[in-house]
T-cell receptor, first 110, second 114 residues
Framework: KNEVEQSPQNLTAQEGEFITINCSYS?????LHWLQQHPGGGIVSLFM???GKKKHGRLIATINIQEKHSSLHITASHPRDSAVYIC????????????FGEGTQLTVNP | DGGITQSPKYLFRKEGQNVTLSCEQN?????MYWYRQDPGQGLRLIYY???????QKGDIAEGYSVSREKKESFPLTVTSAQKNPTAFYLC?????????????FGPGTRLTVL
């Protein structure tokens, strides 16, 4: 069983739809990272959150520490949102090491 | 502009040859990391370094070697002992070790061993 699990693995949406990607983890400390990987391979950090909710533009990330679960939401999705979204959790013993989920491939069609 | 550079973007090598992937950062970060990404799998940690002249093995260090002689540079050598080296390699850096420190990623190097 993976220590960090994402769902769904693949997601196809129409432009304008509300998107939700989920991440559950069984290890790690009380923080979680959301990353975005574009088709070229480059990865950018979207959020780091340890509690509650964070918002950046059309992206919203929430975390429930007790349930060890986080969600990434995209409002008014656009084709340029098409990417792989990855969640990652720091190890308990060393905060600089991350355990990564397998990623969710999101495709937004016009 | 501050950031992380990896070179080259695409690399082809014959089986049995060692190859070194470059990673440079000008973010003044203490920690640097090497990850491997295979289709359908999450990123896996190969090696990481928290300070100059020190580094630790990650989850899949066998067949790889690194050095950290300068703060800004963390090259990765894929040796002939690595059984399946064809993969996408990502370098990252962060402020000193801590669970809340964001990691900044380079653009990656796609290595193909023929």
């Amino acid at each position: 069983k993976n220590e960090v699990e994402q769902s769904p693995q693949n997601l196809t949406a129409q432009e304008g739809e509300f998107i939700t990607i989920n991440c559950s983890y069984s290890v790690g400390i009380s923080a979680l990272h959301w990353l975005q990987q574009h088709p070229g391979g480059g990865i950018v950090s979207l959020f780091m959150l340890s509690s509650g909710k964070k918002k950046h533009g059309r992206l919203i990330a929430t975390i429930n520490i007790q349930e060890k679960h986080s969600s990434l939401h995209i409002t008014a999705s656009h084709p340029r949102d098409s990417a792989v979204y990855i969640c990652a959790v720091p190890w308990e013993t060393s905060g600089s090491r991350l355990t990564f989920g397998e990623g969710t491939q999101l495709t937004v069609n016009p | 502009d501050g950031g992380i550079t990896q070179s080259p973007k695409y690399l082809f090598r014959k089986e049995g040859q060692n190859v070194t992937l470059s990673c440079e950062q000008n973010l003044n970060h203490d920690a640097m990391y090497w990850y491997r990404q295979d289709p359908g799998q999450g990123l896996r940690l190969i090696y990481y370094s928290q300070i100059v002249n020190d580094f630790q093995k990650g989850d899949i260090a066998e067949g790889y070697s690194v050095s950290r002689e300068k703060k800004e540079s963390f090259p990765l050598t894929v040796t002939s002992a690595q059984k399946n080296p064809t993969a996408f390699y990502l370098c990252a850096s962060s402020l000193p070790a801590g669970p809340f420190n964001e990691q900044f990623f380079g653009p990656g190097t796609r290595l193909t061993v023929l």
